[in-house]
């Protein structure tokens, strides 16, 4: 099996833990990632909110623009989360202890340009949670080489859609993220909107294993230690 073959039915198995990716393929067609579980118990107040950014739906499941969904989909596999769908979020939803905080992780269901939605909700639900301060998002980023990821405490939008809403909805460009790089098309490829909806090159997708569990390791080191001291860390390690 190549490696874009096996990359596809490792992140089936991540969205639902499935030896049979036609079955996790069946989900992801409904919901674009793990089915809600079926319980509503309150969800604990989080100390940090980390959304991943993508878009639902399996057509979109192994494309660049979805990487922040595995990331996330990385820390809850780890923990042995269980994602819900939380309707007032718009989104699919895990609790996770990370370095004995506990965090939200949140996989906006809206389509990458309203991403916001997300983001905005949980902060208006959770007045302790400051997004200067508590919230980290992660997402794809064209200007990287595949697999290279950067740490920022702010900036702009960068010409990316989704980052570009959660800042228009915060009112603030000091939110923390973390940039995975997907590579560029380059003048004579593809359109950018038809890159970033494609699949990685097979021999990218060699790489892209080590580079999530790393991008998931740097989440961890955020959480741990604050947006600068894991800059120090893991932007130096690309």
């Known amino acids: ?7 596809c039915s490792w992140l089936s198995r991540w969205f639902r833990g499935l030896k049979n990716p036609r079955n996790a393929a069946a989900d992801l067609a409904s919901n674009g990632a793990s089915p809600a579980a079926p319980f509503s118990a309150p969800l604990p107040t989080p100390e940090i909110l980390i959304v991943g950014l993508g878009n639902p739906g399996q057509q979109y499941a192994a494309t660049r623009h979805n990487v922040g ?23 699919l ?6 370095h004995g905080r506990t965090c ?18 949980a902060c208006e639900r959770w007045s302790s949670l400051d997004p200067t301060t508590d919230l ?18 702010k900036g702009g939008n960068g010409g990316h859609n989704g980052i570009g809403d ?33 699949p990685f090159a097979e021999e990218e997708a060699e790489v892209l294993r ?23 860390q893991f932007n130096a390690q690309n």
Not at 1 to 7: A, I, P, V
Not at 143 to 153: F, H, K, M, V
Not at 184 to 197: E, N
């Open 136 to 153: 980290l998002v992660l997402y794809d980023d064209m200007d990287l080489p595949t697999g290279r990821i950067r740490l920022r405490p």
């Open 69 to 91: 969904f595995w990331i996330v989909d990385r820390l809850a596999e780890r923990a042995g989360a269980i994602w819900r769908e939380e309707p007032t979020f718009e989104a």
């Open 166 to 198: 959660i800042i228009e909805a915060l009112a603030t460009k000091a939110i923390s993220r973390l940039r995975f790089g997907v590579g560029h098309p380059g003048a004579d490829g593809p359109p950018v909107i038809d890159w970033v909806l494609s």
């Open 104 to 121: 939200l992780l949140a996989k906006p269901l809206t389509f990458m340009n309203r991403s916001g939605v997300t983001a905005l909700a």
């Open 93 to 98: 939803v895990a609790c996770v202890e990370l």
């Open 1 to 7: 099996m190549g490696y874009l073959s096996q990359l």
């Open 210 to 232: 080590a580079a999530v569990d790393r991008a998931a390791d740097a989440v961890g080191g955020v959480v741990e230690g604050g947006i600068v001291s894991a800059m120090g």
